[in-house]
């Protein structure tokens, strides 16, 4: 097939794709793809290799009705509209499970920065600020034995419980769309329903997917409900909280802290508020970025599509 991939990805995927024969073409510069660009590539080969922000919207699905895979590179795929994909009957794939480790990594680097106030004193020292005098400041907030709440147990949702109770011996609360036996088992982990997970988290991380279902529903009401001692940290989507929201509640100490992979938009700008306060860390959407998860989703996202051109299903295929 002939292939246009999205954005620069590691070699040992396009090495992958032309050794079954497949052609290949990338856009490798360092900025994102115009769309238009996007579509005009995309008319000219006949599956595409996608990450990015883009929006794969029915305009484009209607300028690329003839693509016989997309496969993404990227667990989420809250901008592409697989529903529209389904009326043309394009399969869409996506990377779930590779990215799990590392992103659960960053969700642990974040609860663990803001109970400790990290970022904050790295920049009082590069500001000249680092006082010895006082022993009752900078104090931070232990993890041992506390209240872990996932929101969204999936796959990253497990890796981040697994290693809070095995370094932090954390209690693991969780509401997700189904209950998971095995990992309450596994965890003594417990279900419970969204209003109880917020009331009683010490720290309460986001793994879900942005939907309808779940877009903002971190509001002002939500902030207002939990501990004035809880953090909160979201490393999946940045639309699933409400930044002014989140903002008024650290203001007003309604929350601890906050630790963000995810903004929306994003980037964020320099000059948001959260960048200034004392308890926030906030990272450029680097969950999936080490080197070796990025080349296994990669090579996922290409086993994909060789399995299209060798006529079977793809094996991560979300829909049709
Ligand atoms: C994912 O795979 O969804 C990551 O968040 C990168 O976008």
Redesign the pocket.
């Known amino acids: 097939m002939k292939i246009f991939i999205s954005k620069k990805i590691p070699k040992a995927a396009t090495d992958l794709l032309k050794h079954h024969g497949h052609i290949v073409s990338m856009y490798d510069k360092e900025d994102e793809i115009s769309v238009q660009d996007l579509i005009d590539q995309c008319q000219k080969n006949e599956a595409l290799l996608f ?1 990015g922000k883009n929006k794969l919207d029915a305009d484009f699905f209607k300028s690329c009705s003839h693509l016989k895979a997309i496969a993404l590179m ?3 795929y809250d901008n592409v509209g697989v529903d529209i994909a389904a009326t043309y009957t394009i399969p869409v794939s996506n ?1 779930p499970g590779v ?1 799990s480790k590392a ?1 659960s990594d960053i969700a642990f680097l974040l609860m663990l920065a803001v109970s400790r106030n990290a970022f904050m004193m790295h920049r009082f020292i590069a500001d000249d600020q680092w006082s010895l005098a006082n022993r009752s400041e900078n104090l931070g907030i232990e993890l041992y034995g506390k209240t872990l709440g996932i929101f969204g147990m999936g796959r990253i949702g497990y890796e981040l419980a697994k290693k809070a109770k095995g370094v932090y011996d954390m209690n693991i609360i969780y509401h997700s769309r189904s209950q998971k036996p095995e990992l309450e088992k596994e965890l003594h982990a417990m279900y419970v329903d969204f209003d109880k997970l917020v009331c009683e988290s010490d720290v309460i991380s986001v793994h879900s997917n942005l939907s309808e279902e779940t877009e903002g529903i971190f509001d002002s009401e939500v902030f207002r409900k939990m501990k004035n001692s809880a953090i909160f940290i979201n490393t999946a989507r940045g639309g699933i909280h409400n930044e002014k929201d989140l903002i008024t509640a650290l203001k007003q100490q309604q929350i601890w802290g906050a630790g963000l992979d ?1 903004t929306d938009p994003e980037p964020m700008q320099s000059d948001n508020p959260l960048l200034k306060m004392r308890n926030v860390a906030v990272l450029p ?1 680097i ?2 970025a080490t080197t070796e998860t990025r080349e296994a ?1 990669a090579i996922m996202a290409a086993e994909n599509l060789i399995a299209i051109a060798e006529g079977k299903k793809m094996p991560q295929q979300i829909i049709p």
Do not use: A, F, K, Q
């Open positions: 990450s990227s667990v989420g990377t990215l992103t995810v959407h969950g999936s989703m």
